[in-house]
């Protein structure tokens, strides 16, 4: 299959961590945007396509040739349907990076059925959200066939959010996803949030939380791990700054790009009087989204996969295997 990979919101934050990570892989970007002139800012030498999500043709030309697309262009309520589709028209696989729970709910209900028997890879939330709780709960999950509970647990030393995010966050509206009773619910947004502590690991220890954190790795946890409940968890630290975010989004700390963000992330998967642990810690969740999408790209398109259709990471990959591969500072897992 062909190794050049369309990045459609070529222009954006995140979009750009992507596009470094595919040429440092060896990967070829094609970028695509509905914009002319942020594309051309971008491009640099690179192929690129002026490409719109109400288009399709243009989304077409722009996904000719490639072996994937990965949809970096929010909000993605907007664009995941149309890039599906322009996918499937291509007989390529799709990857996107949404954080939105509503439109990763959408995605799974509206294409499970339709591409069960494909041999391409529809992967929504490939991200820091969506993939990173994902897979850390196939992992700890192991060889238990079900758990009575697993818990996300998310702590932030700071939040610069983009503009991508905080649009995101208008549209949910304080509406929180949550899974009890073995389904998804949709809370509305006047219900308040439970709060309580929880003691993180190292650099962050005892914290305030805010409880039915609406993440997408909810969503994906959902699709495939048996379990009666899904608890998801953030700090309080960070809420301050979504409140009052900084207008020029998250601030470079290095020659990468990267912020000086830390987030580190625990699951705890629960069987009776047993538990397991899984935990992640690394910097700036938005750069690592970039290799969590090009790492699940490359095995995609090599054909690394357990599974096709429309699926998660922790479905599509081995959990601990694609852990491992990623650039975080301290991963722990159970023993096999």
Not at 13 to 35: I, K, M, Y
Not at 150 to 166: E, M, N
Not at 229 to 239: E, H, S, V, Y
Request: charged share 25%; proline share 6%.
């Amino acid at each position: 299959m062909s190794q050049k990979v369309a990045v459609f919101g070529a222009y954006g934050h995140t979009a750009r961590f992507v596009t470094a990570e595919l040429a440092r892989r060896g990967l070829t970007p094609v970028l695509s945007g509905r914009d002319p002139g942020k594309l051309a800012a971008v491009a640099e030498g690179m192929e690129s396509h002026v490409a719109s999500a109400d288009e399709p043709a243009s989304l077409d030309r722009a996904l000719a040739g490639a072996g994937a697309v990965i949809n970096c262009a929010g909000p993605f309520g907007d664009t995941a349907p149309a890039l599906i589709e322009a996918a499937r028209r291509a007989g390529i696989h799709y990857l996107d990076v949404t954080g939105e729970t509503l439109v990763a709910i959408d995605t799974f209900d509206a294409h499970r059925d339709r591409f069960r028997d494909a041999d391409t890879v529809i992967a929504p939330a490939m991200a820091f959200y969506g993939a990173m709780g994902d897979l850390l709960a196939t992992a700890a999950m192991g060889d238990w066939p079900a758990a009575d509970e697993i818990a996300v647990a998310v702590a932030l030393d700071s939040w610069q959010p983009t503009r991508g995010t905080l649009l995101a966050g208008k549209r949910r509206a304080g509406r929180r996803v949550v899974f009890t009773d073995q389904r998804l619910r949709v809370l509305p947004g006047d219900e308040p949030a439970p709060t309580g502590a929880w003691t993180f690991g190292d650099p962050f220890g005892e914290q305030e939380v805010v409880g039915q954190f609406s993440t997408t790795d909810v969503v994906t946890i959902a699709q495939h791990l048996k379990t009666a409940r899904i608890d998801a968890f953030l700090n309080t630290t960070p809420l301050k700054d979504l409140s009052d975010p900084d207008p020029d989004g998250p601030r470079a700390a290095d020659v990468t790009g990267r912020s000086a963000q830390v987030f580190l992330v625990e699951v705890v998967v629960k069987r009776g009087a047993e538990q397991r642990r899984a935990t992640a810690r690394g910097r700036d969740i938005y750069a690592v989204t970039a290799p969590i999408v090009v790492e699940a790209t490359e095995r995609v398109l090599t054909g690394r996969t357990r599974a096709t259709g429309v699926v998660t990471a922790g479905e599509a990959f081995d959990a601990e295997d694609f852990l491992r591969a990623l650039p975080l500072e301290k991963l722990s897992l159970p023993p096999r």
